[in-house]
């Protein structure tokens, strides 16, 4: 059965197999800067839904036969076209609002130092901050 990962960023990780041998992936990146890998090998399959930044850097974002190449080609028709819509956050201060782009995002906080950077990841994360006036 075909799998596909999808992350936000443009990515390339390695796994450990389950037969104790390494190997590197190399997400596709995708035009609005995430990337996507598919695959049918279970063992690969394996190794990335028990990596340990599976569901924070990357996540499944489909299962199906063999329709992985039309989603790879076409990203508008991946399932994640949920996440385009800006998710509105109530914070109390520009420093809850950092906060909440670390720890949700996994965003490094020395990237985060002016209110600028933290409105433009979040931004670029389809996130608006309330509150901040």
Known sequence: MKKLY????????????????SMHISFTSQSDGSSVYATD??????????????GKLFKLVDVGENNEEAAIQDPETMPEQ????VRKVRVSDIAAAKDF??????ISRTSLRSEKSIMEAAKANNVEFEGLD
């Open 6 to 21: 999808k992350s936000r960023s443009s990515i390339s990780i390695n796994v450990v197999l389950r037969s104790k041998k």
């Open 41 to 54: 090998n279970e063992e690969e399959q394996y190794a990335l839904e028990h990596h340990y930044k599976f």
């Open 82 to 85: 949920a996440e385009s819509a």
């Open 101 to 106: 782009l670390a720890d949700t995002f996994g």
